[in-house]
């Protein structure tokens, strides 16, 4: 690159070229030694989430750079707490004032770690307290353009006393900015939590992205209070106790209902207020409900099913036994519901519980688009099962769990759920036990070419993978990544002599979609 005409870029397309090396901090910091503009871009990139871009164990050195820009009386009182603290050592940067989203609990761990590697454990809780208030001001003192803001302190983590951030000086200033924020708050009642809150909600009003999960230690009037505040909410979580008016919480998230796109309840049973809610929001793509147990649903058939935009739901009910399990005939009336006011819209949809074959019928008969299916079905229902997939003629990715997860499952009925994959499936997850000789039928008689798969049966022997290895060699190498639990897993070799990518397996309740990033 010549050096005089890349100086004339501007700072836009600088930060552009350097966000392609986000993943590659060698480069970036070859890059930082081109020039003193340069290098101030690159260390306000690198330090805008720096706890993003340091290896598992880097958070030490992030801690040991922050106490290196705090004030000499503050570095003496450090020492005096017994600490050893590099006196001599001045920053060339104020790393602090770069930061873009401030996240409670990784400092604390980070402070904590930074602690332990230097022999400090004696005091612990006292050193983590005092670092913790001095570092913590000298960030809301230095940042003046917070975009997220992470408040995380549970009562079984929690290793020091309970610090009020908004008392810090230049708070008020540093999150006028906000777009992001979570609350995540299980532990002892305070005022700090409140004045948190209250003080966000009288600084900012353009909170795009918000987590609330807080139980029952924050009053309902706070958080109804701060929900309202707010004007333009796109991402939302909620989890929160308001059994005594659980409407009026409803009311509050109606307020953003020409704004929402993605929203997640936990623990929110009112049916009947959500499909209120639901038709209210005319933009919502992504709906989640956890922990889904509607005890009373209104007579569905006596009312026209109003269609919403949904393309993405995700549903998690209570079960009997509080595991993956049958679900109750009202749980299942409500999530056919909902999948028949999604209708054509629906892509994705993942379903945490035994799905019937009632609603089996509803997904092939309401929501033919959906390109990502999530089920767990029992052995006796392979036939609806079969039935639906061959319905489904845009299906892409499929993930599949089988109950009882013990024994294999027949050959005939392998072949048969075999060609019934549409021709277009590429993505393919299965929980459950695979025989050498039934995984050989399922990948050769697959109608669909798969290029992911992924196996959650905890032993895998050299012989599956000489199958699988076989399969993308006869198929043109299609299959390009294979995942599976670390330790069932025989020979990998033999896996990575034919597959670009072998790894560990993701989780099968992982939603389809992109969770919302807190930035």
Known sequence: MNIDKSTQLSSDCLEQIFAHFKHDKASLYTLARVCRHWCRLIVTSLWAHPFKTVAKD?????????????????????????INVEKSTTSLFNYPKYLRNFESHLIRLAIEKWLQ?????????EKTRITYQYITNLIFSSCSYLRGLTYDWKEEFNTIQLLDITKFAGFHQAIRNLRTFKLD??????KATHNLLDIISQNTQNIHSLLISTN???????????LKSQHNIKVLTVDVNLEHNPELLYMAIR???HSLTHLKLEGMNEFEQLLKLLVACKHLETLEILEFDPELIPDLEKHPIPQINI??????????????????????????????MSNLNLRTFTYLACGPPELMKVIKNRCPHITHLSLTIQN??????????????????????????????????IQKLAI??????????????????????LLNECNGTIRALTMYQHSIENTHLEVISKYSEDNNGCLKEFRCLSHSIGNQEIAKSTIPIVGDVKPPYDPFYDRPIFL
Not at 72 to 82: H, I, K, M, S, Y
Not at 185 to 190: E, G, I, L, N, S
Not at 420 to 441: A, C, D, Q, R, Y
């Open 58 to 82: 880097g958070s030490v050195s992030i801690i040991r750079a922050y106490v290196a820009c705090l004030p000499t009386n503050e570095r003496q009182r450090l020492a005096d707490e017994g």
């Open 117 to 125: 590697s230097l022999g400090n454990t004696r005091r612990l809780k």
């Open 185 to 190: 708050y299980h532990c002892f009642p305070t």
């Open 216 to 226: 029952w230690y924050v009053r309902p009037e706070i958080i109804l209070r701060f």
């Open 255 to 257: 307020h953003h209902a």
């Open 311 to 340: 393309k993405n739901l995700y549903c998690s009910p209570i079960t009997s036994d509080g595991k993956v399990g049958i679900t109750s005939q009202v749980q299942i009336k409500s999530i056919a519901y909902l999948l028949e």
């Open 380 to 413: 006796e229902d392979f036939n609806e099962l079969c039935i639906l997939l061959s319905n489904l003629g845009k299906l892409e990715n499929f993930v599949l769990s089988v109950l009882p997860d013990f024994g294999s499952i027949p050959t005939y009925i």
């Open 420 to 441: 019934s994959i549409p021709p277009t499936l590429h993505t393919l997850g299965l929980n459950l036990l695979f025989t050498v000789e039934s995984l050989k039928i």
